[in-house]
């Protein structure tokens, strides 16, 4: 008696040798052979296999027999060990073949009917008796019956796997309590037994999740399981390089799938799971091209979390090849839009903490703006639309604003005089702070209006402030850094008369030049002062105003010039800047 396994490309040298003989028999699984010498050697194999039995009777006027069984469940594997039990050979049973033992015995029929303690009853003993007694044998035989199908279902072997991991997640556990007021306490922590669910197919890993939501598993404390399938399942995308790399069409199709599903299972409740989580599917559902839906549902779970959220979360690639901004900006301006949206609905239900998380929001807002500045196909009309987004009440000094527009203005020197006036409209010069205002006031690439305006509201500032403006209303005055009134009032004391000393000699030279005989030829003159050195004017914010005043005012013809015969300048042209 012998049992041989032969591969499928040994069939047709087997079949030619069997020509031969006049009582072997071949049975063909799933194009692998077994060949039985002598239909006697057959005996233990059909008497305990209501199947086998019911084709060799159809065959036994053949002198040779080639017997073809199709859909063996587990295949040539599975059909050895169900030969192996019907000759009284040993092998182990373990939860890693039981359920291709459990479904090749049901496919062959191998019952009571045929034998007393046949594989049937054998299998569904060590079932009961040993797999569905633990967590991880139910996890394991459940992952074996993902390629038994439908036979697994059919013995509802996957039902009473998924029933018992739900059962064992469930029990004792915090998160299957009646209460469930802890959906607003921190993220819960990821269970023991979350690690083991990672290596189910994701089908059948979505029924144990509704199983254990049938059983009272709350659906917030899912975020970690799922957390922790998603990294394991969406490994070996690059949804952080530059460009959309191209996977192969059965992986791409499949890992899909998996986002797919896992987005439809994410829990409604607010900080589940970690904003950057939210972001890195969302990187894969725009990567991998899923449906619109699931996109935006993430991009309305990324807004609600916004405030949250640091500048790395909102860098999301875009994943194209059209010469466009090396980031999704439009995706990033729903999500903005969705924020915003969510937050007048919640203000006016009195919402608590709403102007702290639009502050975090709006200090994002200002630091994604000056990344993406930089970019030379970021174009003016992104820009701006991406900048009125963030309301200007939220904005309590345009530092960050300015900020951006001065790096974009610097990446981008080709604009038109136009452009860059579109670009400043976006930032309220008369909130700018100190430190903002002095470099704004010697910044070239700045229109000439932009200065004009950070000069007039500062000089308003001091004249407020001068005035007492500081015993006014809070909400008629701009922000001043956090200084005491006698420290303010004393610096802008000082600073005035720095001031007021630059216009005087502004003046004195203007009469210097009116006076001296050798401007009209542009020679060289002498002073009485010549041989002193000049007084260094204090570097402070008002001598950098006069210095940009005074270029100001030559680029618009204010200051008088020397001219061939030398005319005396009227009395309103020599008294303009006074």
């Not at 040779?64 to 063996?72: M, T």
């Not at 199908?149 to 059962?167: G, H, Q, W, Y």
């Not at 083991?196 to 899912?222: E, N």
């Not at 100001?552 to 008088?560: E, S, W, Y």
């Amino acid at each position: 008696m012998d049992v041989e396994a032969n591969m499928s490309t040994k069939k047709k040298d087997l079949l030619s040798t069997a020509m031969k003989r006049t009582s072997d028999w071949f049975f063909t699984i799933n194009s692998s052979i077994f060949y039985f010498r002598f239909e006697s050697a057959m005996f233990p194999l059909v008497s305990k296999c209501g199947y086998l039995r019911k084709l060799v009777s159809d065959s036994s006027d053949a002198a040779v027999s080639a017997v073809d069984i199709p859909g063996v469940p587990g295949g040539a594997d599975a059909f050895e060990l169900a030969a192996k039990f019907c000759y009284g050979i040993n092998f182990e049973i373990t939860t890693e073949n039981i359920a291709m033992l459990r479904c090749v015995a049901e496919h062959l029929e191998m019952t009571e009917d045929y034998a007393v303690g046949n594989l049937v009853a054998r299998s569904e003993a060590y079932i009961n008796e040993v797999a569905l007694k633990s967590l991880a044998g139910a996890v394991s035989v459940l992952h074996s019956s993902e390629d038994l199908l439908p036979t697994a279902e059919k013995v509802k072997l996957i039902s009473r796997c998924i029933d018992m991991v739900a059962f064992v997640a469930c029990k004792d556990s915090q998160f299957a309590s009646p209460d469930p007021g802890a959906a607003s306490s921190a993220p819960p922590a990821v269970d023991w037994w979350a690690e083991d669910l990672t290596v189910l197919r994701v089908d059948l890993f979505q029924r144990v999740l509704i199983a254990m939501m049938g059983r009272g598993f709350k659906q917030y404390a899912l975020g970690p399981i799922l957390m922790l399938y998603a990294q394991k399942s969406l490994r070996g995308l690059d949804i952080f390089g530059k460009g959309r790399k191209k996977i192969e069409a059965r992986q791409e199709h499949e890992k899909r799938v998996v986002l797919e599903t896992i987005v439809s299972l994410l829990p409604r409740e607010r900080n589940a799971m970690s904003v950057s989580f939210l972001s890195m599917l969302l990187r894969a559902a725009i990567f991998l091209e899923t449906t619109v839906a699931c996109r935006l549902d993430l991009e309305k779970r990324v807004a609600t979390q916004l405030s949250q959220a640091v500048l790395d979360d909102l860098l999301i690639p875009s994943y194209s090849f059209t010469g466009d901004t090396l980031f999704d900006v439009e995706t990033v301006q729903r999500i903005v839009v969705n924020f915003l949206e969510a937050e007048t609905e919640e203000e006016t239900a009195a919402a608590q903490h709403i102007p702290e998380e639009l502050e975090r929001v709006t200090k994002l807002m200002e630091d994604y703006l000056s990344e993406l500045a930089s970019d030379r196909n970021f174009s003016v009309s992104k820009f701006t639309s991406l900048a009125e987004l963030i309301p200007e009440h939220s904005r309590s000094t345009e530092d960050g604003m300015y900020r951006a527009i001065d790096i974009y203005l610097k990446a981008h020197p080709a604009l038109s005089d136009m452009e860059r006036k579109k670009v400043c409209s976006v930032m309220d010069c008369q909130k700018l702070s100190r430190e903002a205002c002095a470099h704004a006031a010697q910044n070239d690439r700045l229109p000439v209006q932009t200065v004009v305006q950070v000069l007039y509201y500062e000089q308003q500032r001091l004249r407020q402030v001068m005035d007492g403006g500081l015993n006014e209303s809070p909400a008629l005055q701009p922000k001043l850094p956090s200084y005491t009134v006698s420290d303010e009032l004393s610096i802008l004391r000082r600073e005035n008369q720095d001031l007021k000393l630059e216009v005087v000699k502004l003046k004195m030279r203007m009469k210097e030049m009116d006076r001296a005989p050798g401007t009209a030829t542009g020679t060289a003159t002498s002073s009485p002062s010549a041989d002193k050195p000049p007084l260094a004017p204090k570097k402070s914010f008002i001598s950098s105003v006069s210095k940009r005043l005074g270029r100001i005012m030559r680029a618009d013809g204010l200051t008088p010039q020397g001219s061939k015969g030398r005319t005396k300048p009227n009395k309103d042209r020599r008294h303009s800047i006074s």
